[in-house]
């Protein structure tokens, strides 16, 4: 406990802290670039809202559901670049499997796990209801673990149960949307490491 201000005498007389007249040339430090995480969840949430501008019939944030954000996961398949074997492929279940095939390139479960957990953080950041949030909907995560397995299977890669507390967080509501989600972040990392030797 500090006292904020002298409540004194002198009152009127004190100086006034509001003059700009001189030093004006004193600029405030520049911010610290964003993090990693910071900026692709700025560039996920442009991406998404690009997503929603296109898309057709015309879709506002504020009426998508759960079924728009899967929606949106198996757009981005196209650009993906994990290789998923059919079950009829030689390469099915083998993590390096030795000839090409034409099996379709998608999206690495890992990859859309964090990309829906940058966005769950970004939907409430930018002013969105937890309790609406879209991304925390009980169908995309029933999306993602369906993706989960069926990759996991065709690649022939288990992926271990990460040590997190996700269903928790969706119960308490916005402060731990940032908590949660920073978890996800590190999956990504370790998800592009692994996923992408094709
Ligand atoms: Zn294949």
Redesign the pocket.
Known sequence: MEPSEPTGSAGEEGPSSTGVSGGSTAEPPAPPPPSRYESQKRRDWNTFQQYLRNHKPPLTLARCSGAHVIEFMKYLDQFGKT?V??PG????GQPN?LAP???PLKQAWGSLDALVGRLRAAFEENGGKPESNPFGNKAVRIYLREVRESQAKARGIPYEKKKRKRSSASASGSASASAAASGSGGDETADNARGDGI
């Open positions: 290789k074997h059919g492929c030689p390469g099915f499997p095939c034409a099996c």
